[in-house]
């Protein structure tokens, strides 16, 4: 099987990772004593494709980071694979992201629901793409209904929609109106 020792590296690996040519790879990113299992490397010595894998290395200063490691076979004259070229992406910011966004709308969807008040989405075409509970309570789950059909019992748009005018200027626009709850 393939021996996994690093035979060269660029800068950014050398300042991001303690010292490699010569070492094994999962010494210097995983600080173990034997290959990491589903090791992309490997994978790519015994089949010569590319593959890649999220993983969790250490960098030098001791730190831990989320990465994506791609790995690519790197052909001999006898078209067998002779090493294996690995890249290492740094995701940890993205992830972190991923998850700063993911509860902003967790809470958006708390405010959304906690509202004392009716609140629906809709598309251009005045279908209901998403409503809170207060709306659903007083009118029913009505996604996918037209929104003069759901709380109006109309056929058709309503004469001077705001909905139109906001989709016409981009603005907020607003009215009294009475409404027909289920």
């Known amino acids: 099987g393939p021996d996994l020792r690093i035979v060269k590296t660029n ?10 040519v010569g070492m094994h790879c999962y010494e210097i990113y995983k600080r173990r004593n034997t290959a990491c299992p589903e090791c992309p490397v490997i994978k790519t010595f015994h089949d010569g494709k590319r593959h890649n894998r999220e993983e969790t290395v250490i960098m030098r200063d001791g730190r831990e980071a989320q990465v994506v490691v791609y790995s690519s076979p790197i052909m001999n004259d006898m078209g067998e694979v002779s090493h294996v070229m690995e890249m290492i992406t740094d995701i940890s910011e993205v992830k972190s992201l991923r998850r700063e966004l993911e509860m902003t709308r967790k809470d ?14 809709q598309d251009r075409n005045f279908k209901i793409i998403e409503n809170n509970t207060l709306f659903k309570h007083a ?5 996918g209904e037209y929104c003069y059909k759901a709380y ?15 989709f016409e200027d981009g603005k907020a626009h607003s009215r009294e109106e009475i409404i027909t709850t289920k």
């Open 152 to 166: 109006k019992n109309r056929d058709r748009v309503c004469p001077n929609c705001p909905v139109i005018k906001a």
């Open 11 to 20: 800068p950014m690996s050398k300042r991001d990772f303690v010292k490699q």
């Open 139 to 143: 009118f029913g789950d009505n996604i």
């Open 108 to 121: 958006y969807k708390l405010l959304f629901d906690m509202v004392p008040c009716y609140i629906m989405i």
